[in-house]
């Protein structure tokens, strides 16, 4: 059930880290835009088989959106999260599970708005276009956004998306504290292969333990 946001956080920051392109640009836009309008209903009504069909074709093209410009750093950050998971269980989707997990889409949820709210001031335009989209598909529309606040916008989206789906965002949702931040921040600086994509740099052991602090309370 997690696997679905996937597919949002692999076509948002395709879309505006260092490894964009014009090619990638392409999926990842139609991605999102598919996303956006489907993942509520298909999160909702399982068995509404437009909404699914519509999120296999989004999952496609997410995926040759990031294989052409990579990911970056939510994802980064997502495999400390689910590797030092301590007690959390998702609450539904995985009841055969006895044992504890994060599943990778909710530890990249987790991050995401954090990152964005970071990265935002090295790419506004590209944070608001994608911050647009999720707008429109909740029937608003963004008028005089401030590139300053770009990255705000788009985490202020993702969570606005994420509560509508009753979906935690946040570390301490998942069982994290101030306490675990450290370890987080050194599971994330060997993942050069993403971090190193995002817009804003540098990525460093400082950086990750700001983006973890502000990850805690998404």
């Known amino acids: 059930p997690h696997k679905p946001f996937v597919i949002l956080f692999c076509a948002a920051p395709t879309k505006f880290n260092t490894g964009s392109n014009p ?3 392409v999926w990842s836009l139609h991605a ?3 996303t956006a309008k489907y993942l509520p ?6 068995s509404d088989f437009e909404a ?3 999120m296999m074709l989004a999952s496609s093209a997410a995926g040759v959106g990031f294989g052409n410009a990579g990911v970056h750093l939510c994802h980064g950050m997502s495999y400390a999260v689910a590797s030092q998971v301590k007690e959390y269980k998702p609450a539904f989707g995985y009841e055969g599970v006895d044992h504890p997990l994060v599943p990778h889409g909710h530890s990249v949820i987790a991050n995401a708005p954090a990152v964005f709210r970071f990265s935002g001031r090295a790419s506004p335009e590209r944070h608001l276009e994608c911050a647009r989209i999720l707008a429109q598909a909740r029937g608003f529309v963004l008028n005089r956004t401030p590139k300053k606040d770009a990255g705000a916008i788009l985490a202020d989206e993702i969570s606005e998306l994420m509560a509508s789906l009753n979906v935690p965002v946040g570390l301490r949702a998942l069982g994290y504290n101030e306490n675990d931040i450290e370890n987080l921040a050194e599971g994330t600086l060997p993942q050069h292969r993403v971090t ?12 990750l333990h ?3 602090q502000d990850a805690l309370d998404n």
């Open 23 to 25: 090619f990638s640009d």
């Open 32 to 34: 999102l835009q598919v």
């Open 41 to 46: 209903r298909a999160i909702s009504d399982p």
């Open 52 to 54: 699914r069909s519509q």
């Open 196 to 207: 190193k994509l995002c817009p804003r740099q540098p990525v460093e052991k400082e950086e």
């Open 210 to 212: 700001i983006l973890f």
